[in-house]
């Protein structure tokens, strides 16, 4: 199984519609599911792997909505706390080449996640991957880190920052954060936009380079948006080019690839501890260009609406 630790949100995506009498403005707002972490454990689910949320989730109606999307997926929710407080909402504009976001997240059930309510990680899990939203501000991203830390050398690591800028309010303390959670990483997946952030001025090369030799990770995967996405192991590097296809929005997009990379690289049997390290520059490749994939239907779709397995009707080698 994999376990995804992290958000589970709902986004509030603009619709087109005008508002009457207002001739200028916010447009209204369609509530959809998401969450970075969220989002890759549903597209993992609907592309069949043995998939686990770990994490807050309300018991609100919107938590109610939340819940149901992921067991409907097949995900397990045995690793996910039910809590009183509300959802985090946030709302997303998309005028420029990445979506902007407004989070209402104060007192929330993601914020109320305290590690010793879940149960403990049993040996099936192959995979703990963690990132966005929960990572910013204590008292939870300390929880986070902790069960990051506690999981180190039992099973692959796996970290998207998902940077939200916005969000961090101490910046000194958040940077030192995601600099002591890399370091713990197997597979670090990130964007030009979090790179930038993180290591501001470090080619992506070099910071790949730097993961790998220096901190130990095994796998860096570098999403560069229209440019594609390229993969950097010890033996090598890997680059596949974007798919074209009528994008209505890039929500998700990155979540659905990490969803697609994890779902060809346990099919092909390297995602373990003991497997990622022989993983060849042929199976990368593969696994990369059905992660294209699964994120170019994504991006063709309102929204981060993860594909079912029977949608990919184009073959995937791996």
């Known amino acids: 199984m994999l376990l995804i630790y ?5 986004d509030f995506l603009p619709t087109a519609m005008p508002v009457p009498g207002q001739a200028s403005g916010l447009s209204p707002y369609l509530p959809v599911a998401g969450g970075s972490c969220f989002n890759v454990a549903l597209g993992l ?20 909505f939340l819940a149901q999307r992921l067991t409907e997926a097949g995900v397990s929710l045995n690793y996910a706390s039910r809590l009183p407080e509300g959802s985090t909402l946030a709302f997303v504009e998309l005028s420029g080449q ?53 999981q180190q050398g039992q099973r692959l690591l796996s970290i998207d920052p998902n940077c939200r800028p916005s969000l961090v309010e101490d910046p000194t303390r958040y940077h030192a954060r995601m600099q002591r959670l890399l370091s713990l990483a197997d597979i670090i997946k990130l964007s030009l936009a979090d790179l930038a952030y993180l290591l501001p001025g470090v080619p992506p090369e070099a910071a790949a380079r730097r993961w790998i030799e220096e901190d130990g990770a095994t796998l860096v995967v570098l999403t560069q948006g229209a440019e594609g996405v390229t993969g950097f192991t ?13 994008v209505i929005d890039t929500v998700g997009a ?44 994504t991006c063709g779709r309102l ?16």
């Open 6 to 10: 992290g958000d589970a949100i709902i």
């Open 45 to 64: 689910g609907r592309l069949g792997v043995p998939t686990g949320f770990m994490g807050g989730l309300s018991t609100d109606f919107f938590g109610q």
């Open 98 to 150: 990445e979506p902007q976001y407004a989070f209402f997240d104060r007192e929330t059930a993601m914020r109320r996640w305290r590690r010793a309510e879940a149960p403990m990680l049993t040996p099936d899990i192959d995979l703990l991957h963690i990132g966005s939203v929960p990572l910013i501000a204590d008292p939870v991203a300390d929880e986070a880190e902790a069960l990051f830390r506690e």
């Open 234 to 246: 010890a033996q090598g590097k890997v680059h596949c080019p974007a798919r074209r296809v009528a």
């Open 254 to 297: 990155g979540d659905s690839l990490t969803a697609g990379l994890f779902w060809q690289l346990h099919k092909a049997g390297f995602l373990t501890r003991d497997r990622l390290g022989t993983l060849p520059l042929t199976a990368l490749e593969a696994a990369l260009a059905a992660a294209v994939q699964v994120a170019a239907v």
């Open 303 to 318: 929204g981060a609406d993860m594909p079912w397995l029977p949608e990919l009707t184009e073959p995937v080698d791996g």
